[in-house]
């Protein structure tokens, strides 16, 4: 399989491969992952209220990590409390429903930035009482969808630091890599 991607370095994501054949934009992935893909179409979902309530969430990461203040926090940390309010009204395993959907692809991803970087660079860490987004968390790292495309740690906080020009250490590059994971509260299913 990595040989494929050879084919596809310059080419930037989203690429999609199914059967050796490669799908390079946008809408002509969801369109085939809704045609060909058993249930595919489930991860499509208009929803315009949970587009709103994950827009921006990267944006805050980004600021807290560049201005590092009480305020960016803050702004992060309320953000934050909104999904996770929004989760405990819904009360389902994911953001629309019990089937993952796009915008899970794209809140999921942002949160292990938020955990990674946020925690090295600033020591910001997901409050414990947002229980309903440790839920969520926790059901998403139990899906190898996420596990399996998540990048390690190292390499999230490696592309924060070529973001603002910090210099990587030789012995980075070499250590073994390691994936947050862990949920720091108990979950009772």
């Known amino acids: ?6 084919c596809f370095e ?3 994501p ?3 491969i199914d059967n050796g054949l490669a799908i390079l934009e946008n809408e002509k992935i969801e369109r085939h992952i809704m045609k060909n893909i058993p249930g595919g179409y489930n991860l499509f979902v208009q929803d315009k209220e949970v587009a709103t309530l994950i827009e921006n969430l990267y944006v805050k990461l980004k600021l807290m990590l560049v201005k590092k ?7 992060l940390l ?3 409390k909104k999904i996770n309010d929004h989760l405990a009204n819904r009360n389902t395993r994911f953001l629309t429903g019990d089937t993952m959907c796009c915008f899970d692809c794209e809140l999921m991803p942002r949160l292990q930035h938020i955990r990674v970087a946020g925690k090295y660079f600033v020591d910001f860490e997901i409050p414990t009482h947002l229980t309903a987004l440790w839920h969520y968390m926790y059901h998403m790292y139990q899906l190898d969808a996420f ?3 998540c990048p390690a740690d190292q390499d999230i906080i490696n ?3 070529l973001q603002q020009s910090l210099k990587m250490k030789k012995h980075e590059e070499l250590e073994t890599p390691t994936f947050t994971t862990s949920i720091p509260i108990d979950i009772s299913e």
């Open 1 to 6: 399989m990595v040989g494929v991607f050879r």
């Open 10 to 12: 310059a080419t930037h």
């Open 14 to 16: 989203p690429i999609l």
């Open 69 to 75: 203040d009480d305020a960016k926090n803050n702004a």
């Open 78 to 80: 309320s953000h934050l």
């Open 147 to 149: 596990t399996q495309s």
């Open 159 to 161: 592309h924060y630091k």
